[in-house]
């Protein structure tokens, strides 16, 4: 876009795919395949260090169970649906940043959260506001607002150099992003075709993979992976078979089988598979409750271009490893919205602490491998 080359490479690019539109084109894997090399991972091999962190508990600082973690070079920000707080590196509260309510800089319900630690700023999106994404000054609690620009509600974005890539969702229609920059102005009005929202609220509708310098999507109800700077599609992960319980299955098109990228490191990315088991439907045979099936575990190389199914993980911090079933103990205890870090958050009574305490943190630096 900064120049006529860049330009015309990407129509050229663009042309030849829409030329040719089968999977073999472009890298692709199946999920439902049993067929993979198995792998024992150790999680040092792709974190330069780590760091406990053992979080302050009193009634003032609870941390939520479905709280989130952004981990910054001086501090670490614990966001939950109605609340932002602030606890240093030694496990100390700092502050409320924001608290549930209706007023200025109050969360209605927050449902995603990024820091921009070079100017000190805080964004996230109350889902909501299909106006605005907002924001707040981590250095003196000022506020303000960032208009979006199609004015439907987004469920996640990205900030890259004064660009916000923008996932507006979509129900269970084909997931699009669009890019704007900070007045609110569309930068790409020619973006895949987005929807209006349609069918059963869900809470992750893409999946976002951090590849060294890149950044791909993929719609919960899709198989192709797109780039989120020139949206061309540049893998094609098929999830696989779909099925359900014997009940009232008119109409079900929801897919049943989703992604969750874990963690990236350089070219690597660590990533779950998880099969859902439909267990009711209304009479229309629309999506009533869904509950998880079956958890595997892959680990992704872009530059070759190979996965491998993980069978064993080595958490050495706490001299454990996790073998098959017992993956589904540590692989979920990841989160971590820094694409540069990870956290894994133990119930601190896995630890030694009381129930009620707030999680224990282990927070590490991921390599650029």
């Given at each position: ?11 050229a690019?663009?042309?030849?795919l ?8 472009i890298?692709?894997v ?14 040092d091999d792709?974190?330069?260090s780590?760091k ?10 609870l941390v ?6 952004y ?5 670490i ?7 932002i707080?602030?606890?240093?590196y030694?496990?100390?509260?700092i502050?409320?940043?924001a608290?549930?309510?209706n007023?200025?800089g109050?969360l209605?319900?927050?449902s ?9 700023m805080?964004?996230y999106?109350d889902i909501?506001d299909t106006?605005?994404?907002?924001s ?21 974005f990205?900030f ?8 507006p ?5 084909s997931?699009?992003c ?5 007045k609110g102005?569309i ?9 209006e929202?349609d069918?059963?609220f869900v809470?992750s509708p ?9 950044i791909f ?10 780039n ?20 009232n299955?008119k ?12 963690f ?12 859902y ?7 229309e ?19 070759l271009k ?6 064993g ?10 073998v ?14 820094n694409?540069r870090?990870?956290?894994?958050a133990?119930?601190?009574e896995?630890?030694?602490?009381e129930?009620d ?10 390599r650029d491998?």
């Open positions: 876009m900064k120049n006529h080359i860049f330009v015309y490479s990407i129509i690019l663009m042309s030849l829409s030329c040719n539109k089968e999977k073999g084109t890298y692709t199946d999920f439902s395949s049993g067929n993979f090399p198995q792998k024992s991972v150790d999680l792709y974190v330069g780590w406990k962190v053992v979080l302050e508990t009193d009634s003032f600082c939520d169970k479905s709280a989130h973690f981990p910054c070079k001086e501090y920000i614990v966001y939950s649906p109605n609340r707080m602030m606890f240093d030694d496990g100390k509260f502050k409320n940043i608290q549930g309510g007023g200025p109050e209605n319900y927050l995603d959260c990024t820091i921009d630690e070079e100017n000190q805080l964004y999106l909501f106006e605005n994404i907002h707040i000054s981590l250095k003196d609690g000022g506020i303000g607002t960032i208009p979006i620009a199609i004015g439907k509600m987004l469920k996640s990205v890259h150099h004064d660009v916000i890539t923008c996932f969702y979509v129900g269970n229609r997931q699009s669009y890019t704007q920059d900070l102005n930068l790409d009005p020619a973006s895949l075709r987005i929807e929202p069918g059963p809470q893409i999946n976002m993979f951090f590849l060294n310098d890149d999507y993929q719609g919960l109800y899709e198989d192709t992976v797109y989120v700077t020139t949206h061309l599609p540049m893998l094609v992960f098929s999830k696989g078979n779909r099925h359900a319980d014997d009940v299955t109409d079900i098109r929801e897919n049943q089988v989703f992604f969750n990228s874990l990236s490191s350089g070219d690597n990315c660590v990533l779950s598979r998880v099969e088991v439909l267990k009711a439907t209304d009479e045979g629309q999506l009533l409750e869904m509950i998880p099936d079956e958890y595997r575990y892959y680990l992704y190389d872009h530059h190979e996965v491998s199914e993980i069978t993980c080595t958490f050495t911090p706490i001299d454990k490893k996790y098959k079933d017992k993956l589904t103990d540590l692989f979920p205890l990841i989160s971590s919205f694409p870090k990870i956290v894994l133990f119930p601190a896995e630890l030694g602490g129930f305490d707030n999680p224990i943190l282990y927070v590490g630096d991921l491998r």
